[in-house]
């Protein structure tokens, strides 16, 4: 059983075991804070674009992973960056869950049987018009993934408990357009998790995390 102190101030060790966190995704959305202001909500009557990615949480030997995934950069949509597994919600999808699965299954190659499914995180909306529900996905190794090589660079795997130190969360903003950007990001051993990624990331932090 791995354990994580999830703040400097805590006292308590928190199990992350596949129960304790499927109890806590069943949380109801944390409230919204006045400092994330990375959040929008997209304009009322905008074209929204729905979407899924899968978290997938494996379960190595002393610790729970994240993977992630690696864009190539030859991508329309954003290159090279750092993402979930994932993308836009097809007709033939039963549901939100059948669309992260079938992404995942399309770009890394993880076939869905190896997925237990432990919830869903609140959906998150980007400015680009994407309406974004991450899915949370348990699984035991050993794990054999098959890459594209036309969308995905590379795969790898970070621990859990990189991304559940707020240590680690970084406000940062841009000028795009006129406006002022706020946005978050999780560097991690050279690589720079930040945009929506590092947002959902944030998401799941807080539902594993606080009491509210």
């Not at 030859?74 to 993402?83: G, M, V």
């Not at 190659?109 to 529900?133: H, K, M, Q």
């Not at 991304?163 to 680690?168: K, Q």
Request: neutral net charge; without cysteine.
């Amino acid at each position: 059983m791995t354990h994580v102190r999830l703040t400097p101030r805590s006292r308590r060790l928190f199990p992350l075991t596949r129960e304790w966190i499927a109890e806590r995704l069943r949380r109801p959305a944390p409230p919204p804070r006045p400092e994330d202001r990375h959040v929008i909500k997209l304009p009322e009557g905008a074209p929204v674009t729905l979407a899924a990615v899968l978290i997938p949480l494996v379960n190595r030997a002393g610790e729970v992973t994240v993977l992630l995934t690696q864009r190539t950069p030859h991508l329309d949509d954003h290159a090279s960056q750092i993402s979930f597994p994932g993308g836009r919600v097809e007709p033939g999808d039963a549901s939100r869950e059948d669309t992260a699965l079938r992404e995942a299954e399309e770009e890394i190659g993880l076939a869905r049987d190896r997925v237990e499914l432990l919830g869903r995180l609140p959906d998150y909306e980007v400015p680009s018009g994407f309406r974004i529900t991450p899915v949370v996905g348990w699984i035991e190794p050993p794990l054999a993934l098959r890459p594209d090589p036309f969308e995905v660079a590379e795969a790898f795997e970070a621990p859990l408990s990189f991304f559940l130190d707020p240590a680690h969360h970084e406000r940062r903003s841009y000028r795009f357009r006129g406006r002022h950007r706020h946005y978050l990001a999780m560097p991690y051993r050279g690589r720079y998790i930040w945009g929506a990624t590092a947002a959902i990331l944030h998401i799941l932090y807080r539902l594993l995390h606080e009491d509210y």
